[in-house]
């Protein structure tokens, strides 16, 4: 697989082409960040557009790399994906960008869009690593401090995989783009940098809080 | 307009029924606090979910309530989206739920999924009330603080609108829900709650910050 993507007629950015990358890198890096992302789906016709936990695995067995999404076995969008085409799409707000006039205002942000054929994961090591590395997604290293999961917990989980292969990436980053006149004005414009941040952990034990989600915490 | 949400076959929650809510003061709330929302549409029979800026109405000309949803003229998804149902989803994520096992592991969350057949805003003053309202979703009274639109600007911009009458709410909340056997392990389990926050202000002036970023910093 190339290092770079490129563009399909799905793919291709229509609009500021600057902002865009074709870095896999960048796809990547924005597809880690993103704590979960939105599945896009179609079911009789409509579009269904849902939240949900992700991991990548950049040496998975799909072209471009694995994207897994989990779920129960009884929830109706992954009894219906394989097979289908499924849009995910991963986002991350920076900032806002507050400009003197209103059509000036903007957003930094980066997002990627992912097109592929849904496959379900049937085989035993690739479901495990998978969930693995979904639970280490969320906290690097937890999945190697849990016990394994059970016949019955497996049972009940639907792992599915994404090729990597066909996305688009987009970002915009700096300050407000105002017209001379309007800057003119002496009127006040800036960035208002935005990020996910975690508050105080609530403990459900009395021990202290494990070593991976402490690393975890000081990130976030 | 009901106070409730009446679910349809697309709006009705199949999975953790206990997590849903019928209370449309809970949609708006939602709709209110996601600063982007995700917008699904169908192309060439395929998925397609973009990130988007929003606003609300509640007193909106559409059933329930109305949605806008702006962007350029030249958008592709702006063109194709009047007349077609979009999916809008509203996502919150307010904690990792870390549990002892794999499998017990979740997140807390808010989310929103309306569906609605768009209508392009062609009347003059519902495009610049609609437009005043985006500006306003990120920084409440912004627009009355910015000169108005010019016609070249309002030439360039595509507003749709979306009707809030089909939607359905999800929210899990609280700590994890390990097995009892899991508890007895005496493995640590907690909550990371999760929220969107401000830093540093990058001011592209010399004056002061204006009152109402001010007033919006406060909530970030």
Chains 1, 2 share one sequence.
């Not at 079911?43 to 799909?62: F, T």
């Not at 076995?73 to 991350?92: I, K, N, S």
């Not at 639970?135 to 990597?164: C, F, W």
Request: hydrophobic share 40%.
């Amino acid at each position: 697989m190339s290092a770079t993507l490129s563009p399909t007629a799905r793919t291709r950015i229509t609009r500021h082409r600057e902002r865009g990358s074709d870095d896999r890198t960048d796809l990547f890096a924005i597809i880690r960040e993103a704590l979960v992302c939105h599945v896009g789906l179609v079911r009789d016709g409509d579009p269904v557009v849902l939240p949900s936990i992700h991991a990548a695995d950049p040496e998975g067995p799909d072209e471009g790399g694995t994207l897994y999404l989990h779920g129960s076995v009884a929830a109706p969008w992954l009894l219906q994906a394989p097979g289908q085409t499924l849009c995910v799409t991963f986002t991350l707000v920076d900032a806002a960008v507050l400009a003197r006039a209103a059509f000036s205002h903007s957003m930094n942000y980066r997002s990627a869009v992912v097109y592929g054929a849904a496959r379900c994961v049937d085989d035993a090591d690739e479901r495990d690593r998978a969930l693995r590395l979904i639970v280490d997604h969320v906290v690097p290293g937890r999945s190697a401090t849990l016990r394994a999961n059970n016949r019955k917990e497996l049972a009940a989980t639907t792992v599915v995989a994404v090729p990597l292969a066909e996305a688009s990436v987009k970002a915009r980053a700096g300050g407000p783009n105002d017209e001379p006149e309007d800057v003119a004005t002496g009127a006040w414009a800036g960035v208002v940098p935005l990020s996910v941040r975690a508050g105080e952990v609530v403990s459900d034990h009395d021990g202290p809080i494990p070593e991976d989600v402490r690393r975890r915490l000081a990130d976030w």
